[in-house]
């Protein structure tokens, strides 16, 4: 079972490795594009997907302080998200995975924080059993897991 993934965003200079996955919560669901960085060890809900899907900050228990392009943010966990992605052959693969989200502390961090979008660190790939395949040079990434017997 392989999901694909593309080599480039928006435009062919900028080489992240990215596709577009639908997030579910126990109040909403979301169409929303992700970024797989392979430099993340968490793996991190933006802050503009999270004030799509409605959650709220109140209820959720602060995490370690997350580093995001040299920045520090206040981090905080939730564990009822649902990552829905399609495989090749068009079968919706879904994958709990609690999630560090980042909320700004002040009217700077916010606009910062508008520009970072959702990251899939290697955290999931390692907990998920997920290998990632990629070849620039092709243009062909996609992330592969055996099927369970």
Do not use: H, W
């Not at 200079?13 to 639908?22: G, P, Q, R, W």
């Not at 970072?116 to 070849?135: A, Q, R």
Request: proline share 5%; with cysteine.
């Amino acid at each position: 079972m392989r999901i694909p993934l593309l080599t480039s965003l928006n435009q062919e200079e900028m080489t992240y490795l990215n596709n577009t996955v639908l997030l579910t919560t126990p109040r909403k669901i979301l169409n929303t594009s992700f970024i797989l960085d392979t430099g993340s060890p968490k793996t991190i809900l933006s802050y503009l997907d999270a004030m799509r899907l409605q959650i709220s900050f109140e209820s959720l228990p602060k995490t370690n302080i997350v580093r995001i392009g040299g920045r520090k943010y206040q981090g905080y966990c939730f564990n009822r998200l649902t990552f829905c992605f399609r495989s090749e052959d068009g079968k919706l693969i879904k994958e709990e995975f609690p999630v560090c989200v980042i909320k700004p502390t002040s009217e700077k961090e916010m606009e910062e924080l508008y520009n970072i979008p959702t990251i899939i660190g290697t955290d999931f790939l390692k907990e998920k059993k997920y290998i990632l395949f990629c070849d620039m040079t092709n243009n062909v990434a996609y992330l592969e897991k055996k099927d369970e017997e």
